[in-house]
């Protein structure tokens, strides 16, 4: 299939591909740092109405339903990474962020899909005192 120089040829447009870096922007950079503060305030507001402390959170396990709610509602409403949710709640590899998400998203019924109808309504009103006073 094609000569050696072919491949090295697509290789090299596969690395520039791979390696190719977007303009930094202003803009994108102030989104990123407004949903990572937006979700910080919602998140220290939905940790204090579970009643659980910052110290109580490290110490939770790091599949415990209420960090799976939370991160479902940080995915959820806000442009934050998983690695940047698995470092706030203490949750070990980004990966079980994802992992976290889609078992909130799917429980029907018991204590995940009790606190996932609690994180949404946190959520929802959250967003909407977000949308209306930026400066909260």
């Known amino acids: ?3 050696e120089s072919f491949k090295d040829r697509l290789m ?9 870096r977007e303009p930094d922007s202003q803009a994108g950079d102030a989104k990123r740092d407004h949903g990572i503060s ?10 204090k ?8 959170l490290t110490d939770l396990p790091k599949g415990d339903p209420a960090k799976q709610a939370l991160a479902w ?9 998983n690695k940047w949710v698995a470092l706030r709640l203490h949750m070990g590899d980004p990966s079980r962020v994802s992992a ?4 909130v998203r799917r429980a029907t019924k018991g204590r995940l899909a009790r606190l996932r109808r609690e994180m949404k309504a946190r959520l929802i009103q959250g967003l909407t005192r977000l949308r209306t006073d930026p400066f909260t």
């Open 1 to 3: 299939m094609g000569g």
């Open 12 to 20: 090299d447009c596969i690395g520039e591909k791979l390696h190719a």
């Open 38 to 47: 937006g979700a910080q305030r919602w998140l220290d507001k939905a940790i």
């Open 49 to 56: 109405q579970l009643e659980v402390t910052e110290r109580e």
């Open 73 to 81: 509602g940080l995915r959820t409403g806000f442009r934050v990474s």
């Open 100 to 103: 976290a998400v889609a078992e």
